[in-house]
């Protein structure tokens, strides 16, 4: 028989607990005891015991659900933002478990470290490893605040440093290929017409654009209600085009789309249900191909092109902050680069010893504060 011994707290009943492999009065299955197969005999001290005992071997496997319960239950984040923390997680604990470490007390910084390297030998970018080290950091502060355990934490810019790049963007020629290669006579082609237009007149994500419903829209004041990261509620402005081609797809496409169960979405697929993020980089990627265009052409590069064309008219930077639902600015300075054309008007505008103040030979358009580089005015 085996016999488990534990020392109870100073202020307990003062008695050694033994727990033997008789059976369990306490929990209903021995998976979830923390001392498989014990006597309970219910007096306070056995119950501090199981408390020492849950404290000083929790399982990471446990915990690691219960976080992602707290995440979907409590901190309203996106369901993409859960997969997306289940999944490293799921890569933590297969990285542990291969170490034989099952508990989140054994983790401490320096094997953190050692993976972090094993994912740097596997061409990881930077910021794929700082998303890494996010997940595990937040984790960690979990089980310190939620949990009370005594696990180690991971302090802010431990990990790589984040590789600054300027975003990719389409041109207003290519942008205006782009969302004009849809066939409007076809049914589908009205409908991935208005998602180009929509997605090019709002700069919204991929997810924001899956989750419009009809409900949505305000087309007489030529605006959408959107929920973005954190389930965060913001409007945005559609332009003339964006209006025209939802107006022929609500008018000619969606009821033919919907021959099934009713629904409040308002991008439907070919079985009349809420279209996926992935169908939609299909027909991103379809028209991108119809038009011409040589370089990759997914839905963020989109929101990138619209951030990038509105600076490059002018566009207040907070004013472009707001449409994008950033929540700090930092975030929108990364579009600040613009054109050589615009540089070039700043420039011979603004110097003094340029010798084209007042006298700037390039043409530079007066363009109204609603107005959509290449869309017109909202």
Known sequence: MRIITIEPPQ?????????????CDLFPS???????????????????????????????????????HFLEAQQSVSPYTVRNYRTDLE??????????IDSPIKIDLPLVRVYLGQLWERKLSRN??????????????YLILEKDLDVASIPRGFGPKLERRLPQFL??????ALVEAPDMSTVHGKRDRAILETLYATGVRISELVGLDVDSLNLESKEAKVFGKGSKERIVRLGEK????LQAYLTHSRPLLLWRTPTSALFLNRFGERISRRRIEHIVKKYAGIAGLKMRVYPHLLRHSFATHLMDGGADLRAVQELLGHVSLMTTEIYTHVSITQLKVSYLKAHPRSNGNHRCKVKQ?????????GRGLL
């Open 91 to 100: 890569g933590f604990i297969s990285f542990f478990s291969a170490r034989q």
């Open 11 to 23: 202020d307990s009943l003062g008695e050694v607990i033994k727990y033997q492999d008789d059976g």
């Open 242 to 245: 964006a209006v025209e081609a």
């Open 171 to 176: 041109t207003v020629e290519d942008m205006q």
């Open 365 to 373: 358009e007066t363009i109204p504060t609603d107005f959509v580089p």
């Open 30 to 68: 021995c998976l979830n005891c923390p001392a498989p197969n014990c006597r309970y005999d219910g007096t306070k001290a056995a119950r501090q015991a199981v408390k020492i005992l849950r404290k000083r071997n929790p399982d990471i496997r446990k915990l690691a659900k219960e976080y992602i």
């Open 128 to 141: 794929s490893l700082q998303r890494k080290i996010t997940t595990l950091r937040m984790f960690h502060r």
